[in-house]
């Protein structure tokens, strides 16, 4: 690992001082991507800001969605009687328990691994991601690889979920690091059916043709049949693209199982 | 370099690291309190776990600077009067280590299991310590002592 300088942030417009000032700064909040990404030598920033102390951390349900703060751990949310259980069944299967103690929502967001699990609850659910400037709906919020609509100096404040009617997450992880080989979130939503997958692409993204299907029939029979093309599907040494796809819609099918 | 502050089984302790110390590199180098081991670095093997304010993380996966004013248990500060630990003593009546490599990180990710889960079943011991690796294999004893330990803290 690079040296750097550290910071600690009392708060969200303290954290974003801190980082306009710094010559080629980041933020973090529970590090358990950017640590390993810092020893790898993958980044080298001047400056890591922590949002720890800024006091983004908390849960609050009013009733018609639930928001959570961006530095609230997996292990708080997947613990919380204030989250819907699908979305509590999405942080408990995140990782493992010591992962879970530390890593947080808006770092999972921000980060946007092609194979984490929150970008797809996010837009399964048609959450809001709210930042130090604006709110981003996450149909417009997760643009590609390890990428998002996140400016330059914006931070992430909040996830908002609203309530669905139905919703369930299905994830065949794969046995080594627990992200997901493919996860599939379906949700029954104020605005429809949703339909969230990722670890099959480069980032989390809805699918189309099993939003269809859905829509006009809600059961894990009216995906039988539906053939995802491998065009865009990763492929590595643990699963081709062709076995990708067709997890793709085992997952689904589960899901929609699991969300009754 | 920076000046961090801590509390470390119970005892306040400082120290002079730089912003990429990791707090298993502190524990270990300027503390010199090697019960806490590095594995495989990659925050996969769990050999590094210790409690920062009661729940248990990776010390590996975390900087030194994170841990300024918390409370910080390693397995050095399990044992109280040359006791030990009830998590320790039913690694060692149920022959749950065989190299013993793994065994600091397990203790204390057990006792944060037990801690959260008083009457965990098996399944649950399994699951939970998913980010505990022991390389001889010697899994099926861990989960027996797990199983003691909780017995015996929950009475």
């Known amino acids: 690992m690079y040296d750097f300088n550290f910071q600690s942030a009392s708060s969200i417009d303290d954290a974003a001082a801190k980082l306009s000032a710094a010559s080629d700064g980041t933020v973090m909040a529970g590090g358990q991507t950017l640590i390993p990404v810092l020893k790898q030598r993958l980044a080298n920033p001047s400056d890591v800001i922590s949002l720890a102390g800024a006091g983004l951390s908390g ?9 959570i703060g961006a530095t609230t751990t997996h292990a708080e949310v997947a613990g919380s009687s204030d989250v819907p259980a699908a979305l509590r069944a999405v942080a408990e299967g995140i990782g493992d328990a010591q992962v ?7 770092g999972s967001m921000a980060n946007n691994d092609p194979a984490a699990d929150y970008p797809a609850a996010a837009l399964g659910l048609g959450a809001t991601i709210t930042t130090n400037q604006r709110d981003i709906a996450a149909d417009d919020f997760f643009t590609g690889l390890f990428d998002t609509a996140l400016n330059d100096g914006e ?80 492929a590595d040494i643990h699963g081709s693209a062709e076995y990708r796809a067709h997890l793709v819609i085992v997952m689904a099918k589960r899901a929609v199982a699991a969300a009754g | 370099m920076a000046t961090v502050s801590m509390t470390v089984n119970g005892q306040a302790v400082s120290g002079e690291v730089e912003g990429r110390t990791l707090l298993v590199q502190f524990l270990r180098e300027n503390l010199n309190m090697t019960g806490t081991h590095v594995g495989c670095d990659t925050s996969q093997c769990g050999a590094c776990v210790v409690h920062i304010n009661g729940d248990s993380m990776k010390s590996c996966t975390m900087l030194a600077l994170e841990a300024e004013g918390a409370q910080v248990t390693t397995i050095e500060g399990l044992a109280q009067g040359g006791e030990m630990h009830p998590m320790q003593q039913a690694f060692q009546d149920n022959h749950g280590l065989q190299c013993g490599f793994c065994t600091p990180g397990m203790v204390m990710s057990a006792i944060d299991l037990v801690a959260k889960n008083p009457n965990p079943d098996e399944t649950t011991i399994r699951e939970q310590l998913e980010g505990n690796i022991c390389r001889c294999t010697g899994y099926h004893n861990i989960v027996k002592a797990v199983q003691q330990a909780a017995k015996t803290m929950g009475g």
């Open chain 1, 155 to 234: 931070i992430i404040k909040s996830v908002t979920f609203p309530n669905a009617t139905k919703a369930a997450y299905a994830k065949f992880p794969s046995p080594a690091s627990r992200f997901a080989l493919v996860g599939v979130f379906v949700a029954q939503a104020a605005d429809g059916v949703r339909v969230a997958v990722t670890g099959a692409t480069d980032c989390a993204h809805r699918g189309p043709m099993l939003e269809s299907a859905l829509s006009a029939n809600w059961s894990a029979d009216a995906l039988d049949g539906i053939t995802i093309p491998t065009d865009h599907i990763n």
């Open chain 1, 59 to 67: 849960i609050t349900n009013n009733g018609d969605s639930v928001t």
């Open chain 1, 100 to 106: 879970r103690n530390r890593g947080t929502i808006g």
